[in-house]
């Protein structure tokens, strides 16, 4: 087995992929999801706790010295900071960016596409990820599994 998760697609690419189809359906049906001074608020504070949760993530790999990306090897399991409320932070940020970027352009469509998003990035990106670092750390993996949640 390779030393990295066999992930097939980059996670940003099902982000953008998600955003480009809501941008599409609102381009041609419209349909908004709030008026626009609480949509933008609500998007600008949804991307904002986006920012700062990819931050504080990347500042926990950079302390443990292991990869942000997840096409290199993992070198240490982290549980530290965020990773103890979430075991996908990374992952949870760019749902909230979504979601965010969904408010700012007050689109409903695209708030709708959020489900099948998180679903796709879960079942392309998350589980691979999981089964490799169960390989790689075993009952230490299990463990924390049990102890944090997936998302939240």
């Not at 697609?9 to 049906?29: Q, S, T, V």
């Not at 949760?53 to 997840?70: G, H, I, M, N």
Request: charged share 20%; hydrophobic share 50%; net charge positive.
């Amino acid at each position: 087995m390779q030393d990295r998760a066999d992930v097939r697609i980059m996670p940003p690419i099902i982000l953008i992929a998600a955003l480009g189809l809501g941008l599409m359906a609102r381009a041609h049906f419209g349909a908004r999801i709030l008026p626009s001074e609480p949509a933008a608020a609500i998007g600008s504070l949804a991307i904002g706790a986006s920012i700062a949760l990819v931050f504080s993530a990347l500042r926990e790999l950079q302390r443990a010295k292991t990869a942000f990306d997840v096409r290199k090897p993992t070198r240490s399991l982290v549980e530290t900071g965020v990773f103890a409320l979430s075991r996908n932070p990374v992952y949870l940020s760019m749902m909230l960016l979504y979601v965010g970027a969904a408010f700012l352009l007050n689109s409903l469509w695209m708030l709708l596409l959020f489900l099948p998003t998180g679903s796709a990035l879960c079942l392309a990106v998350i589980r691979p990820e999981e089964r490799y670092l169960e390989h790689k750390f075993g009952d230490s993996y299990r463990a924390y599994r049990r102890r944090v949640r997936r998302w939240i």
